[in-house]
């Protein structure tokens, strides 16, 4: 398809890692990003990775990058409470234009 | 830095009525993005401004949608006349100069069109 894929739900266990799944479109994508939603705000960028990485950690953040598959994943070490939202896969698909996943809800239980 | 500021952030207005929303991007941001959050569709660009001019409106809906920027530090999305189809949050982002800087977004406007 056309569409950056993403699951729609993960639920998690408090303490647990969490790893969101995302499929983009683009091969030439220069940068892709992972931005965070929370109940009755706007996007947060969490993190991004340039495409010519594999790899990006940023303290609990994990961002591995697949371009042979065009599979980009996120990771969260140790998920809190506080992880609960709804996260969001993005590619570039142009200087200034962003293609978005439909959004994965993290559903994170004691 | 006060972030990219929305307002109203809730706006129910009836069919036919106009509806305008308000965006102040972060200051020295020279990039302004219009989105709209929907269940169905996702996050759409409606339009995007580039040093307060309109450089790709292709995702406007139609013509009962318009956008300003009549200065770096305010633009307006104007929906005349609204219709229920219309209910969705709007989003403001900007973002800095240079290719593919991250966007920076408010916390939307929540429109009911009843």
Redesign the interface.
Same mark, same amino acid.
């Given at each position: 398809g056309e569409d950056v894929e993403q699951s729609l739900f993960l639920s998690v266990r408090e303490g647990d890692s969490s790893v969101i799944n995302c499929t983009y479109t683009d091969s030439s994508s220069t940068y892709l990003y992972w931005y965070k939603q929370e109940p009755g705000a706007g996007l947060q960028l969490l993190t991004y990775i340039f495409s010519n990485m594999d790899m990006k950690q940023d303290q609990r953040l994990t961002v591995l990058l697949n371009k042979k598959d065009k599979h980009l994943s996120l990771r969260i070490a140790d998920t809190q409470t506080g992880d609960s939202a709804i996260y969001f896969c993005a590619e570039t698909i142009s200087d200034y234009k962003l293609s978005f996943g439909a959004g994965t809800t993290v559903t994170v239980r004691a | 830095d006060a972030g990219?500021i929305q307002s109203p952030r809730h706006e129910v207005t009836e069919m036919g009525q106009e509806v305008t929303l308000r965006c102040k991007p972060i200051s020295g941001h020279n !990039?302004l993005?219009w989105y709209r959050q929907t269940m169905m569709r &996702? @996050?759409e @660009?409606l339009i995007?401004f =580039?040093n307060n001019v309109p450089?790709?409106d292709s995702g406007m809906p139609e013509d009962r949608f318009s956008a300003k920027m009549p200065n770096a530090s305010f633009s307006t999305l104007k929906i005349q006349p609204s219709e229920p189809r219309d209910s969705a949050v709007y989003?403001c982002?900007s !973002?800095a100069q240079g290719? =593919?800087s991250? @966007?920076?977004? &408010? =916390? &939307?406007t929540r429109l009911t069109v009843t």
């Amino acid at each position: 398809g056309e569409d950056v894929e993403q699951s729609l739900f993960l639920s998690v266990r408090e303490g647990d890692s969490s790893v969101i799944n995302c499929t983009y479109t683009d091969s030439s994508s220069t940068y892709l990003y992972w931005y965070k939603q929370e109940p009755g705000a706007g996007l947060q960028l969490l993190t991004y990775i340039f495409s010519n990485m594999d790899m990006k950690q940023d303290q609990r953040l994990t961002v591995l990058l697949n371009k042979k598959d065009k599979h980009l994943s996120l990771r969260i070490a140790d998920t809190q409470t506080g992880d609960s939202a709804i996260y969001f896969c993005a590619e570039t698909i142009s200087d200034y234009k962003l293609s978005f996943g439909a959004g994965t809800t993290v559903t994170v239980r004691a | 830095d006060a972030g990219v500021i929305q307002s109203p952030r809730h706006e129910v207005t009836e069919m036919g009525q106009e509806v305008t929303l308000r965006c102040k991007p972060i200051s020295g941001h020279n !990039s302004l993005f219009w989105y709209r959050q929907t269940m169905m569709r &996702g @996050l759409e @660009l409606l339009i995007y401004f =580039n040093n307060n001019v309109p450089i790709d409106d292709s995702g406007m809906p139609e013509d009962r949608f318009s956008a300003k920027m009549p200065n770096a530090s305010f633009s307006t999305l104007k929906i005349q006349p609204s219709e229920p189809r219309d209910s969705a949050v709007y989003f403001c982002a900007s !973002s800095a100069q240079g290719r =593919n800087s991250p @966007l920076h977004f &408010g =916390n &939307g406007t929540r429109l009911t069109v009843t």
